[in-house]
């Protein structure tokens, strides 16, 4: 079966640092686009970052310049890096992978990832 497992994340003050990663198993990522959601309480989920097969990115305006999203297809890892962090950024983060770059749409999930930044 297709797994996604996230690990890192974590707590951490306003202005610090998290990273958050993704080992995928039972399947390649080689061709897909992986990326990142995430979903703070009582808003809805929502695209964080996305990189393609070509290592094309991709970053909501919240996070350009400040998120910063990578993949290791030796490894069938798929990362983000989180410099200055705001409270805002506080969200469980989910990886998340497309069968291939030319589906609109997500199709495999991790369970997701605590991510809190505290002022």
């Known amino acids: 079966q297709v797994q996604l497992v996230e690990s890192g994340g974590g707590l951490a003050q306003a202005g610090g640092s998290l990273s958050v990663s993704c080992q995928v198993s039972g399947t390649l990522i080689t061709d897909k686009t992986v990326g990142w959601y995430r979903q703070a309480p009582g808003k809805e989920r929502e695209l964080v970052a996305g990189?393609?097969?070509?290592?094309?990115?991709n970053y909501a305006d919240s996070v350009n310049g400040r998120f910063t999203i990578s993949r290791d297809n030796a490894k069938n890892s798929v990362y983000l890096q989180m410099n200055s962090l705001q409270p805002e950024d506080t969200a469980v983060y989910y990886c998340a992978a497309k069968r291939s770059d030319y589906h609109f749409k997500y199709d495999y999930w991790g369970q997701g990832i605590q991510v809190t930044v505290s002022s």
């Open positions: 990189i393609t097969s070509f290592g094309r990115t």
